[in-house]
């Protein structure tokens, strides 16, 4: 397997291969008509060219690339303490907006930064290519900047005419999986979402919705309904991400020109980096996976952050969502502990 270059992508598919892109990459406005592209946009799906051709490929499995990065030290870093002012104040706005019937619900995001205490590329990459089933691992390596993570979404994927996708939404910490199995509020936010897909799907064909489940990743356990559809007619990757991100797991509801600007600008009050939540995909010889960029680190340099989301509703409290936020990044610093 080769070193990772400074410019290098990579995308762990749901079948456990993994396929990683050296650079130099190229940038696209469509994906091409066969080989691979990585798909690589920021929350507001601003960038015009967002598939990045690699210069080459190669392909692996999850459990060589992990040893492939075996030897890096383990991340160190001085983070910061968070001051819960500014997300307070954010909380109210979004509760007002909520009262005023603006949104029914929306996403604002919380980034923890601090230094790292020496060069974080390699011990982040170590960490993040450990990670295996359920969680699909990322990143995109750029120079001296770049974010990777492990990311329990899928946003959906693509072969021929089958679309699969999923609502992930409603958190709690493993011990309280009781409690959390009916817990009123986790419900309806989960239900926001697994509605919201399916509506946005409908027209397109043939869908099948699962029951409600509940996935545990350890440290913390979510709701997960998976959603499949046969389309009846052919769909792009590009028209269905516009019609499919951001879900209302991070996005708002009624998702609207207007709704999308309020939490664009709440996202930038508070730090997030712009491709938190994004698509981020890979598409291989015709058929496309993409997953949403949530739990996982951003760098530039050695400054590290670390951003996580909370789904607010009107039966939100604020100190139940700073303890959200705190549990997602907590969640996300367990990756860096070494290997065992």
């Known amino acids: 397997m080769e070193q990772f270059s400074d410019f290098t992508a990579w995308f762990a598919k749901r079948n456990g291969t993994v396929v990683i892109g050296h650079g130099p990459f190229s940038e696209s406005e ?3 008509s066969n080989g691979v592209a990585f798909y690589v946009q920021n929350f507001a799906l601003q960038d015009d060219k967002p598939w990045k051709l690699p210069a080459r490929i190669e392909r692996t499995t999850i459990s060589q690339l992990k040893f492939h990065f075996h030897d890096a030290p383990p991340l160190v870093c001085d983070w910061a303490p968070l001051d819960a002012g500014p997300f307070s104040v954010v909380f109210q706005e979004v509760m007002a907006a909520v009262r005023s019937g ?11 930064i601090g230094p790292a205490l020496q060069s974080p590329r390699a011990s982040i990459v170590a960490a993040m290519t450990r990670q295996a089933a359920p969680l699909h691992s990322y990143g995109w390596l750029q120079g001296d900047s770049g974010f990777a993570g492990a990311t329990p979404e899928l946003l959906f994927s693509l072969e021929g005419n089958h679309l699969e996708t999923m609502a992930l939404a409603g958190t709690a910490r493993s011990e309280d999986r009781e409690v959390f199995a009916v817990d009123e509020k986790e ?4 239900e926001y979402v697994a509605q919201t897909l399916v ?10 919705r699962s029951p409600r489940e509940i996935i545990d990743l350890g440290s913390i356990v979510h709701f997960l309904t998976h959603i499949r559809l046969d389309l009846d007619f052919p769909q792009t990757p590009e028209e269905l991400l516009r019609r499919l991100h951001p879900t209302p797991a991070l996005g708002p509801l009624p998702r609207t020109l207007e709704t999308l600007s309020m ?4 996202r930038n009050r508070l730090g997030c980096p712009d491709e938190f939540g994004a698509p981020f995909g890979l598409w291989d010889d015709g058929s496309f996976q993409a997953v949403v960029a949530i739990r996982g680190i951003w760098w530039k ?16 409290r604020l100190v139940n969502e700073w303890r959200e936020l705190r549990l997602k990044r907590e969640a996300v610093k367990r990756f ?3 290997a065992d």
């Open 199 to 208: 509506a946005k799907l409908l027209a397109l064909g043939t869908i099948a």
């Open 336 to 338: 860096l502990l070494p």
């Open 187 to 190: 419900i309806r936010e989960h």
């Open 301 to 316: 340099g050695g400054n590290l952050m670390l951003p996580a989301g909370c789904g607010i509703i009107e039966a939100s």
């Open 102 to 112: 603006k949104f029914e619900k929306t996403v604002p995001v919380v980034t923890e």
């Open 30 to 32: 469509m994906p091409p």
């Open 263 to 266: 939490l664009l600008d709440w």
